[in-house]
């Protein structure tokens, strides 16, 4: 997530989480006109088995946004929203690296953890920690062009996204238009388009591009420019060995109410986010590691739809899953993940370290 892009997606989830608040102390006072209720609900959704439950602890909580491991798993790098911050994990000691605000999507270059590069909405930059020297790599002082998600190859070019960012003409929202990767080279000097596209993230060895385009996943062979479709999905990240990628998925299912059998226009929306894991040698095989989970809210469904039975326009009922799965990052081992989550029973962002077995 870069910040530009991740400010919505946190005031959306602000937003809804708000709503169940107000919903819930307001449970008598339902709109009769057609429209969504943000609530949740176990009858909806399976609870977590306690095996579930157990397969992740929460490893740190508040603000890691885009972590980052170094090549021997000993530091993580991650952004807070405005500064980057790098963790010692041998010595659990954390320095804040930059100072300039708006800085999200750090990596370190490839075998070098004293040059890392990382975003603002006015372009990439690279960073000597070390010397503290910042120079911008490429860029654009205008406000519409945001920039986002660099990535070091092995010969130490850059690629990196762009998108211009309009607002809607009501105001509400924002629009944006022509996302395109690019390449960069270390001195800035050459630069070339590689495709369109959001989010990429190469390979370790260099020769697959993971990108985004139309809420999907796909990978490009970068010798034969070929595409393919992985999935559906968002924040793509490679295994440690290549052979797998983590990825969440953003899902809406919408199911018929059938308390009150002569209404036919009573709806619950279930909006959920979970991590996958794609065999990247066979992407038929696909492994969902986290579960959506749903407050019980049981009552206030049943109130909504008995106080609205009668309605003939059509009524949605939004519940939100209570955690909400974004960034991921593995570990130099190959059954551990890093996850950005944001869990809504509590009102905060964690990061999440999952263990699993893939066989």
Same mark, same amino acid.
């Given at each position: %997530? ?8 946190? /005031? ?11 919903? +819930? ?13 943000? $609530? &949740?609900?176990?009858?909806? !959704? ?9 397969? @992740?602890?929460?490893? @740190? ?35 804040? $690296? ?5 800085? #999200? ?6 075998? &070098?953890?004293?040059?890392? /590069? ?7 930059? $690279? %960073?000597? $920690? ?65 495709? *369109?596209? @959001?989010?990429? =993230? ?8 993971? #990108?985004?385009?139309?809420? &999907?996943?796909? =990978? %490009? ?13 968002? #924040?793509?990240?490679?295994?440690? *060995? ?11 299912? +919408?199911?018929? @109410? ?15 986010? &979970? ?26 469904? !049943? ?57």
């Amino acid at each position: %997530m870069n910040k530009r892009f991740m400010k919505y997606g946190l /005031a959306a989830i602000i937003i809804t989480y708000s709503a169940v608040l107000i919903n +819930i102390n307001y449970s008598d006072k339902y709109n009769k006109q057609s429209g969504d209720k943000d $609530i &949740n609900s176990n009858k909806v !959704s399976a609870s977590v088995s306690e095996d579930e439950k157990n397969r @992740y602890t929460v490893a @740190y909580e508040g603000a890691y946004f885009n972590p980052y491991f170094n090549s021997n798993g000993t530091k993580l790098l991650y952004s807070s929203g405005d500064n980057i911050y790098e963790m010692d994990l041998l010595k659990n000691k954390t320095v804040q $690296i930059t100072t300039l605000n708006n800085c #999200y999507n750090p990596i370190y270059e490839n075998g &070098n953890d004293n040059v890392i /590069a990382f975003a603002r909405n006015n372009g990439i930059f $690279i %960073m000597d $920690i070390n010397k503290k020297d910042i120079k911008r790599l490429t860029g654009s002082e205008n406000p519409e062009v945001s920039y986002a998600k660099p990535n070091f190859t092995t010969e130490g070019d850059i690629i990196y996204f762009k998108v211009t960012v309009l607002p809607k003409p009501d105001g509400h929202g924002f629009v944006e238009k022509e996302p395109a990767i690019y390449k960069v080279s270390k001195d800035g000097k050459k630069e070339e388009k590689l495709l *369109d596209g @959001y989010n990429p =993230v190469i390979s370790r060895d260099s020769k697959k591009l993971l #990108y985004e385009m139309n809420n &999907n996943i796909y =990978v %490009m062979d970068l010798q034969t420019k070929t595409s393919k479709l992985v999935d559906s999905g968002k #924040y793509a990240a490679w295994s440690s *060995d290549g052979k797998y990628i983590s990825y969440a998925k953003f899902e809406r299912d +919408i199911e018929h @109410y059938t308390k009150f059998k002569q209404q036919k226009k009573l709806y619950i929306d279930k909006e959920y986010s &979970n991590i996958y894991i794609a065999d990247m040698e066979n992407l038929k095989k696909k492994y969902k590691i986290t579960k959506e989970e749903f407050q019980d809210r049981e009552k206030e469904i !049943s109130d909504w739809s008995n106080d609205i039975k009668n309605t003939t326009e059509e009524q949605h009922f939004l519940i939100v899953s209570k955690m909400a799965y974004f960034d991921s990052v593995w570990s130099n081992s190959k059954d551990e993940i890093y996850v950005s989550a944001y869990d809504g029973d509590k009102a905060n962002f964690e990061l999440l370290k999952f263990r699993f077995n893939k066989k």
